[in-house]
């Protein structure tokens, strides 16, 4: 017996008993991004790599852009059966299933800043309440790994909004649901409209402002030429982009590699956030330096983004009302928000 003990002892030191080592994966993973987009890119570009390099090649990610295996708000369907490993896209996209969904995708004219958001995420109670969200919805095949916003969005203007008063009687594209009920208790007519609408829209006057993406995006979609006051920082959205992967498939992995896909998340958002930062700031800075442009960069005071939190909260209260999980979400981020110190 103490022969073939030892033997067995040999066998686990030199690794001959040990697990089969985990075969090299590729997972699917849908974006909410077009491919030609500057997230999408940074993502394949650098992050991608950085995730092979992490597993030692043991995990790979296909990137895939939106629309591109299934509908953008079937991506949770699609990873519970297999057919996606994994998405990285906006919570608000589920909002129809529950308004959980819209409160943990984009607390409108909530936090002030992405890391505040981030910090709900991951000391808030948000990734619990996103996992049980998904649990309920997914029938339990989604594994939630993060969650966290990229930026807080501009404000595309064609008239000056330079106090919240400003707003009242403006025409407003804006997305139906709670975007659209934060910015009505503000004074604002709001007129939903596709996001490929909204140049022709301000050109025409069919509105005066328009949710829609950052500085940077603005810009790139020459929004600035004729929506010359814009809001910067942003007065409201600021969307999370999760990553939610195929539950069996996270089950598979070795804990090491559960971990090395939470922190390379967290680490990518985090590169994501400052490059978009350093974007926004190059661009304002360059158009305030441009006199010649007519451009008028808008930063609201903070009493009037405070005034704002306070118009939102009750929209945010009467739209989780009748919703049990919508409402632990509207809760948890209220109890956060006092910590933090933006609400008393």
């Given amino acids: 017996m103490r022969n073939g003990t030892a033997?067995?002892?040999?066998?686990?030191?030199?690794?001959?008993?040990?697990?089969?080592?985990?075969?090299q994966q590729t997972w699917k993973v849908q974006t909410s991004m077009q491919a030609g987009e500057f997230f999408y890119q940074v993502i394949e570009k650098h992050w991608l790599p950085v995730l092979a390099e992490m597993t030692e090649g043991k995990l790979k990610i296909e990137l895939t852009p939106a629309n591109s295996v299934v509908p953008y708000n079937e991506?949770?369907?699609?990873?519970?059966?297999?057919?996606?490993q994994g998405d990285f896209t906006a919570t608000v996209y589920f909002a129809g299933r529950n308004?959980?969904?819209?409160?943990?995708?984009?607390?409108?004219?909530?936090?002030?800043?992405?890391?505040?958001l981030m910090a709900?995420?991951?000391?808030?109670?948000?990734?619990?309440?996103?996992?049980?969200?998904?649990?309920k919805y997914s029938g339990g095949g989604v594994k939630v790994i993060g969650c966290a916003p990229v930026a807080r969005e501009s404000f595309t203007a064609k008239v000056p909004i330079r106090t919240i008063d400003d707003l009242k009687g403006?025409?407003?594209?804006?997305?139906?649901?709670?975007?659209a009920e934060v910015f009505k208790r503000a004074g604002a007519s709001t007129v939903a409209l596709p996001a490929s609408e909204v140049y022709t829209a301000l050109e025409k006057g069919v509105v005066d402002i328009a949710d829609f993406s950052t500085y940077t995006?603005?810009?790139?979609?020459?929004?600035?030429?004729?929506?010359?006051?814009?809001?910067?920082?942003?007065?409201?959205s600021m969307p999370?982009?999760?990553?939610?992967v195929n539950k069996a498939a996270y089950e598979k992995l070795p804990k090491s590699l559960q971990t090395t896909l939470d922190v390379w998340y967290r680490a990518m958002i985090h590169d994501l956030r400052m490059r978009n930062?350093?974007?926004?700031?190059?661009?304002?800075?360059?158009?305030?330096?441009?006199?010649?442009?007519g451009m008028e960069i808008v930063n609201w005071s903070q009493k009037d983004r405070d005034a704002m939190r306070k118009i939102a909260q009750g929209a945010w209260e009467d739209f989780a009302k009748g919703d049990p999980l919508a409402t632990k979400a509207y809760e948890a981020n209220i109890a956060f928000m006092k910590k933090m110190g933006l609400l008393d």
Avoid at 170 to 179: A, D, F
Avoid at 222 to 235: D, Q, S, T, V
Avoid at 240 to 244: G, M, R
């Fill in 75 to 84: 991506t949770m369907d699609a990873i519970a059966q297999g057919v996606l």
């Fill in 7 to 23: 033997l067995i002892a040999a066998a686990a030191g030199l690794g001959l008993l040990a697990a089969p080592a985990l075969a």
């Fill in 277 to 293: 930062d350093i974007s926004d700031r190059e661009l304002v800075a360059k158009d305030m330096a441009d006199k010649a442009s």
């Fill in 170 to 179: 403006k025409k407003m594209r804006s997305p139906e649901g709670l975007t």
């Fill in 99 to 116: 308004k959980a969904f819209a409160i943990l995708g984009d607390l409108v004219a909530g936090y002030d800043h992405p890391d505040q």
């Fill in 120 to 135: 709900f995420c991951y000391h808030g109670g948000g990734r619990e309440l996103l996992q049980e969200a998904f649990d």
């Fill in 240 to 244: 999370v982009l999760q990553f939610t």
């Fill in 217 to 236: 995006m603005d810009k790139s979609f020459g929004l600035h030429k004729i929506a010359k006051y814009p809001i910067y920082p942003g007065i409201h």
